[in-house]
T-cell receptor
């Protein structure tokens, strides 16, 4: 079945350093979504990418969708302590319906 | 306020008992989902429903059952057949078709002793 792999599992950075998490799907995706889950909280939707090669930015966050629509990345520039949490990608395949999540990348930021 | 509500937040049950987790949304969303979250394993899909009176198994449906009799409600029953039921359960909903972002409830932490 469809699988979404995400790396790394953990990332510890110094405040001000950059951070990137990568997501790979075993099948072509119709779209990919990114979520953030703060410690003790629930996932919150950040953004959706639909087009091949699409790049979207939200302030210090840059999201990319691969040309083959099988991989994606989230890059945070100059991390802040407020960026702490677990970042998940979630893919929906061309058959629709199922929203499959990656394992998540837990980001910790040292002040 | 529109939103998605899960109850209760914490739930304790004895081994061998069935337990039903509630999920209600007033967002008029067509699609609803149940995920299980365990440390280091992300969110794993249990069941999902795209329309009333229809639902599909996710990747880890064994030992679970759901119903979708109303658009607003998607309760999950954890049966005694589920071997490792202790986990954090998250319900989500989204608009159907356009691949919109999912809204999550606060989650229910189930502990089976």
């Amino acid at each position: 079945g469809q699988q979404v792999m995400q790396i790394p599992q953990y990332q510890h950075v110094q405040e001000g350093e950059d951070f990137t998490t990568y997501c790979n799907s075993s099948t072509t995706l119709s779209n990919i979504q990114w979520y953030k889950q703060r410690p003790g909280g629930h996932p919150v939707f950040l953004i959706q990418l639909v087009k091949s090669g699409e790049v979207k930015k939200q302030k210090r966050l840059t999201f990319q969708f691969g040309e083959a629509k099988k991989n994606s990345s989230l890059h945070i520039t100059a991390t802040q302590t407020t960026d702490v949490g677990t970042y998940f990608c979630a893919g929906r395949n061309n058959q629709g319906g199922k929203l499959i999540f990656g394992q998540g990348t837990e980001l910790s930021v040292k002040p | 306020d529109g939103g998605i509500t899960q109850s209760p937040k914490y739930l304790f049950r004895k081994e061998g008992q069935n337990v039903t987790l509630s999920c209600e949304q007033n967002l008029n969303h067509d699609a609803m989902y149940w995920y299980r979250q365990d440390p280091g394993q992300g969110l794993r899909l249990i069941y999902y429903s795209q329309i009333v009176n229809d639902f599909q198994k996710g990747d880890i449906a064994e030992g679970y059952s759901v119903s979708r009799e109303k658009k607003e409600s998607f309760p999950l029953t954890v049966t005694s057949a589920q071997k490792n039921p202790t986990a954090f359960y998250l319900c989500a909903s989204s608009l159907q078709g356009a691949g919109r972002g999912a809204f999550f409830g606060q989650g229910t932490r189930l502990t089976v002793v």
